[in-house]
């Protein structure tokens, strides 16, 4: 079965600083992995995805993230952070053969001025 | 299109009271999911329609839930009498063939 670790519940930043979400999954195979963006009171808003190809994959407002097999990792990287970004960010993970994915717990992200 | 839309958003309701929520997707998706997520905790997947189909259901899916996307668009999610650890926001997703999902808003229910 495929599983998602989060280590980190709470992350907090200063405004400016450059920013390294961790993400950890379990899957046998290649799998499909995602970081989604969650503002209070909203749903989930996709920051970016990988499939296959390139490793470092970049997605919206300024957010990257690099796949490592080798470590089993996706972590999500940003230079510069903006107090706009402190929200809940998950990551998931989905098989290739399933339209299911499998979320971990999150990431608060509080940045201060 | 403005995106997946539910409704309602907050929904407060008493133990062993039936509640109705609805998703609206992105019209061209022909996948809907629901999933529920509690505070401090990721959206766990409940089930998911491919067009009308109903194709996968969760464990999580007690007997008092139910789900339905009667024509292939809209989906409603029933939760009948329902318990205080239903309290949670409920998640609709919808998606195209590829394997993105764009989630709506959420409902949230609250059983007191």
């Known amino acids: 079965a495929q599983s998602v670790t989060q280590p980190d519940i709470h992350i907090t930043v200063s405004e400016g600083a450059s920013l390294e979400l961790r993400c950890n999954y379990s899957y046998g195979a290649t799998p499909y992995l995602f970081w989604y963006v969650q503002s209070p009171g909203q749903g989930l808003q996709l920051l970016l995805k990988?499939?296959?190809?390139?490793?470092l994959v970049q997605g919206i407002k300024g957010f990257e993230a690099e796949f490592k097999r080798s470590q089993s990792s996706f972590n999500l990287r940003k230079p510069s952070v903006h107090w706009s970004d402190a929200a809940e960010y998950f990551c998931?993970?989905?098989?290739?053969?399933?339209?299911?994915?499998?979320f971990g717990r999150g990431t608060s992200l509080i940045v201060h001025p | 299109d403005t995106g997946v839309s539910q409704d309602p958003r907050h929904k407060i309701t008493k133990r062993g009271q039936n509640v109705t929520f609805r998703c609206d997707p992105i019209?061209?998706?022909?996948?809907l999911y629901w999933y529920r997520q509690t505070l401090g905790q990721g959206p766990e997947f409940l089930t998911y329609f491919q067009n009308e189909a109903q194709l996968e259901k969760s464990r999580l899916l007690s007997d008092r839930f139910s789900a339905e996307r009667p024509k292939g668009s809209f989906s409603t999610l029933e939760i009948q009498r329902t318990e205080q650890g239903d309290s949670a926001m409920y998640l609709c997703a919808s998606s195209a063939d590829s394997y993105e999902q764009y989630f709506g808003p959420g409902t949230r229910l609250t059983v007191t």
């Open positions: 019209s061209e998706h022909n996948r």
């Open positions: 990988y499939f296959s190809g390139d490793t």
């Open positions: 998931a993970v989905q098989s290739g053969g399933s339209y299911i994915p499998t």
